[in-house]
């Protein structure tokens, strides 16, 4: 018998293999984070890795949660970060975010003045 066949881990990919051992992402990306991918994006990505083309392809037409794309491309959570946080960086995919850089503060404190107020009704 073959010894590949005999030992399956021969035929595994280490997860971190695919991001050159790298653990931490270039920036912090929430779970819940959507992102998506338009078809330039698609198709740019195909010269990026067959991995980071996989990504595009689940985000192209529908927006993906990062834990979304992390299961339909069956990577490791961390592993996926990783790729996704390349790929925003790379202008690869759109990360959505929910709330602004700018003013985040301000409107903090007027829903904190709203809620004030509606304590006092």
């Known amino acids: ?26 920036m912090d990306i929430a779970l819940e984070a959507v992102l998506s991918a338009s078809p330039t994006q698609v198709a740019e990505s195909r010269f990026a890795g067959h991995d980071k083309h996989r990504i595009a392809t689940v985000c192209e037409g529908r927006a993906q949660s990062l834990a979304e794309i992390a299961a339909y491309t069956r990577m490791p959570l961390g592993v996926t970060r990783v790729l996704v946080a390349d790929m925003v960086a790379e202008s690869l995919l759109t990360l959505h975010t929910a709330a602004p850089a700018e003013g985040f503060e301000e409107r903090m404190e007027i829903l904190g003045r709203v809620l004030s107020g509606l304590r006092r009704l």
């Not at 018998?1 to 050159?20: C, H, K, N, S």
């Open 1 to 26: 018998m073959d010894q590949r066949r005999a030992d399956p881990r021969g035929a595994l990919v280490r997860p971190y293999a695919v991001t050159r051992g790298r653990t931490e992402a270039q």
